[in-house]
Each structure stands twice: as structure tokens, then as C-alpha cells.
């Protein structure tokens, strides 16, 4: 028996080819190619892979109910916008789909539409409109709008430990008949990803900045369509070139407009200046 570099691949190949599942079986032989071909290529020492193991260990550590840190490892390696641009390029004049990140949470407050989801965030005032609307341009009615987003200071609400499981910044939202909808809510800020933790101590080490550009994230959902995962960016915004995750795309940067102190789209006397941000989603059908 031969113990070259090449035989030994090739035997961690063929281990899996007794796989039932196909689709199990090509990922695990894939997977040990490459995994094979990364170590060949960097010449990795085991001192080297040893420090990798500990710091994917650091990273499910640093796991629990609200923290995702895996979830940001494959954020910042690209390999999450990837899978999503990937399995993107089908679609026909759909809206673009963009990152989920680590701060979704399956309990968004159902809040009926025109509501202000803020909840006391810190943020100047924003108003957000928008219309959910088929490829073909029907308009999507009782479409489910999940809406989550960093307040002024950069925070989610999942990342305020005084809130516990209080919610801020976040709700859920039906569509009308018209497919329209509307919230207010706090203008989002840039925000620095996690740093305390591996992927933070790995964005360092390697000279990268942690920084995301402003964003309000969005998950559309509507009967007959695929959901739609994505953000709307500011405009202006100085990391839309360097997003820490990869996840800006032109068509996603929305404008916000500026407004004195008065009457607002809704009705509504505002006290202080606010925003406006309007913006039309199209879903794509299953
Ligand atoms: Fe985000």
C-alpha cells in the first residue's frame, strides 16, 4: 500500500462511494477534494490546522440562542452571498436577494400595517412605503413583510441584553389589497459586525474592517411566490463598496429623502425633522 498525498485522497474519496444518498455522496467526495486540494495548495502545517480547529471550536462556542457566529464565519468568507447570487440567476425582473445575516428571529411582533415598529429604538424617524407586487405586476395582497433592522447606534434588539426577549425595530406586516405597505420605524445606521468573538479576532488579524453598510432587512412571503430575502441599503452610505459581508447590490440601495418638521405622508404632524423611503418589490412565482 502507498502512502502518497494522492493515494490518500483518493482512498477518503472512495470511502464515501457506498453512499444511498447521491446527492450526500457527491457533497462528502466533493468536499474532500477540495478540502485535500486547500491543504496541498497552502502546504498546511498541523500546528496551522490545529489553530483552525480551535478556532471553529471558539466559533460554535460562541453560539447560542441569538448569537449565530457560524452563520457570520460564512458571511464574511462570501460563502453566504454566494449560495444566494448562485441560486438567484433565475429569476425574470425579481427583486434581488441579498444575505439573511444571524439577526433574524422567527418572532417578529405581527403589527398591522402603517404601524411604528420602532418601540422606543434609538433613530431619527422613518417612513417607509413600499408595494409587493408579481413579475407580471399584479399586485401580491396579504403578502407577509418581515421587517428587521440596527438602530442608530448600530444595534439590533437581539443584541441588547436589557431588552431580554422585548422586541425593537422589528415586525411583521400584511400587505393590503393593493399590495401596498406601510411602517414607520428609525433610520438605520452603519453597523460594525460582532468583533468579540473569532470571526471578529479573524477579521482583524487579517486587516479587514467589521463594518456593514446602513440596511433595513426584509423577508417577503406571498402565496405562489418564492420568499424573498433581502435589504434596502442608504444611499450615500460610505461601506456600500465594502460591505464586511459581501451583500450590496446596486438595484438594493433605496433613497431616502429628508423632511422639515410637519405633515407627514400618513397624516401625521411630526415634531422633528423625519425620512421617507419608498420602495417596490417584486416576487418571483414558485
Ligand atoms: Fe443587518
Redesign the pocket.
Known amino acids: 500500500m502507498t502512502f502518497s498525498p494522492q493515494a490518500i485522497t483518493d482512498a477518503a474519496i472512495a470511502s464515501f462511494s457506498k453512499a444511498d444518498n447521491p446527492r450526500l455522496k457527491q457533497i462528502m467526495q466533493s468536499l474532500v477534494k477540495h478540502l485535500h486540494a486547500f491543504a496541498a495548495e497552502t502546504q498546511l502545517t498541523e500546528a496551522e490546522w490545529m489553530a483552525g480547529i480551535q478556532f471553529l471550536t471558539a466559533t460554535g462556542h460562541q453560539c447560542d440562542e441569538v448569537r449565530q457566529e457560524f452563520i457570520l464565519l460564512s458571511d464574511t468568507l462570501g460563502l453566504s452571498m454566494l449560495l444566494v447570487a448562485m441560486h438567484d440567476g433565475a429569476k425574470h425582473g425579481a427583486t434581488e436577494a441579498t444575505v439573511l ?1 444571524p ?1 433574524h428571529t422567527p418572532d417578529a411582533p405581527p403589527l398591522p400595517n402603517g404601524s411604528d415598529l420602532s418601540n422606543g429604538a434609538p433613530g431619527e424617524a422613518l417612513y417607509v412605503t413600499g408595494r409587493v407586487k408579481s413579475a407580471q405586476g399584479e399586485a401580491l395582497a396579504h403578502a407577509s413583510v418581515d421587517i428587521w ?2 438602530d442608530a447606534e448600530g444595534l ?1 434588539d437581539v443584541q441588547r441584553s436589557e431588552l431580554e426577549h422585548e422586541r425593537r425595530a422589528r415586525g411583521l406586516i400584511q400587505t393590503d389589497a393593493e399590495g401596498r405597505f406601510a411602517f414607520w420605524s428609525v433610520l438605520p445606521e452603519a ?1 460594525p459586525v460582532p468583533t468579540d468573538g473569532p470571526v471578529g479576532q479573524m477579521l482583524l488579524s487579517t486587516g479587514r474592517h467589521p463594518w ?1 453598510p446602513a ?1 433595513i ?1 426584509f423577508l417577503i412571503a406571498a402565496e405562489g411566490h418564492q420568499p424573498l430575502v433581502t ?1 434596502l441599503f442608504r444611499e450615500g452610505d460610505q461601506y456600500l463598496d465594502s460591505d464586511v459581508v459581501f451583500g450590496v447590490r446596486p438595484s438594493l440601495v433605496g433613497s431616502f429623502a429628508h423632511h422639515a418638521a410637519g405633515k407627514a405622508p400618513d397624516g401625521s404632524v411630526r415634531d422633528q425633522g423625519f425620512w421617507t423611503m419608498d420602495y417596490e418589490f417584486v416576487l418571483q412565482a414558485v
Do not use: K, V
Open positions: 445575516g439577526f433592522q440596527a439590533y453597523y456593514r440596511h432587512h435589504h
